[in-house]
């Protein structure tokens, strides 16, 4: 997590269960077409087609990632250390091994493809590429994604502002992606795939959203430096954070941005 203290990093890392059904209310899904990439991937690598994929998805929380990975033909297995977390996950019908990625037994398992949504920066980043290339089979895919969506630039702008008097960098973070379709910890994400002898590509996907102002603010709930704060903190900022949004529908600027990488074939 970069600059953060390992303490802050780990609080904020178990911090999801506390708003488990909030999350899967206001997160959004993944795109089709990244998953129609991940599946295309997938074929190209193998020497003969692969009707249902297997592929575990790490840290795979109310199973947003997982539920559209499955939708378009993966067998997915998911694991997800927050108990909270992964009862919403099984409420959709998908098989949930609770545990850390970094504790988990797959028990000799390797899948076809492993994937992250929004997870590969919460885990242990020494020995998590080795690791991950563990669990894939020879050209086997990983599949890194985050969704970065934010309010046009100058409301982005004056929320950042008042998220800073609190040491928060939602909007900041998002708005800067958005703005440059890159940033240092994503391309570290693939920088430490290739050294760990990943075969690399990075892809983004634009999307479209439009929400209205409360809906907003309840998903700016859901990102852990909420999650962590004191009720009061939480309170005052998010009544700052009110008075600053209109009262029309704001129209997010919005994409996913995709780490694939290809284990070598030994
Ligand atoms: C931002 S949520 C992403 C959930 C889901 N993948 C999605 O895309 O909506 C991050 C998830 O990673 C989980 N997590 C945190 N540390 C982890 C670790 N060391 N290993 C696996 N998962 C972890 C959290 O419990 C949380 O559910």
């Known amino acids: 997590m970069g600059a953060l203290h390992p303490h802050d990093a780990a609080r904020r890392a178990r911090s999801f269960g506390s ?46 990632f997982a539920a559209d990975l499955r939708a378009g033909g993966f067998e997915v297995t998911a694991v997800e250390p927050d108990h909270d977390m992964a009862e919403v996950a099984r409420a959709r019908g998908l098989a949930v091994e609770e545990a850390a990625f970094e504790e988990w037994d797959p028990a000799g398992r390797r899948f076809d493809a492993v994937a992250f949504g929004q997870s590969w920066h919460w885990v242990d980043q020494d020995t998590g590429p080795e690791r991950l290339a563990d669990l894939l089979v020879p050209d086997g895919v990983a599949c890194l994604a985050w969704n970065e969506y934010s309010p046009a630039a ?42 760990a002898g990943f075969r690399t590509r990075v892809r983004w996907y634009d999307w479209d959203c439009t929400v209205t102002p409360a809906d907003w603010l309840e998903s700016l709930m859901t990102f852990s430096e909420y999650a962590v704060l004191a009720d009061e903190v939480r309170a005052e900022v998010r009544a700052r954070l009110r008075a600053e949004l209109p009262a029309e529908p704001l129209e997010l600027v919005a994409g996913t941005l995709a780490v694939f990488g290809r284990r070598p074939a030994a």
Do not use: C
């Not at 488990?20 to 020497?47: C, E, H, K, S, W």
């Open 19 to 64: 708003i488990a059904a909030q999350y899967d209310r206001f997160r959004p899904g993944y795109p089709a077409a990244l998953v129609a990439d991940l599946r295309a991937a997938i074929t190209a690598g193998a020497a003969d087609p692969v009707a249902a994929p297997t592929l575990a998805d790490i840290g795979a929380g109310t199973g947003l």
């Open 154 to 195: 100058a409301l982005s702008a004056r929320l950042a502002a008042v998220e800073a008097d609190y040491g928060i960098t939602v909007h900041r973070r998002h708005a800067e992606l958005l703005a440059e379709r890159d940033d240092s910890q994503r391309a570290t994400a693939a920088r430490a795939l290739a050294d």
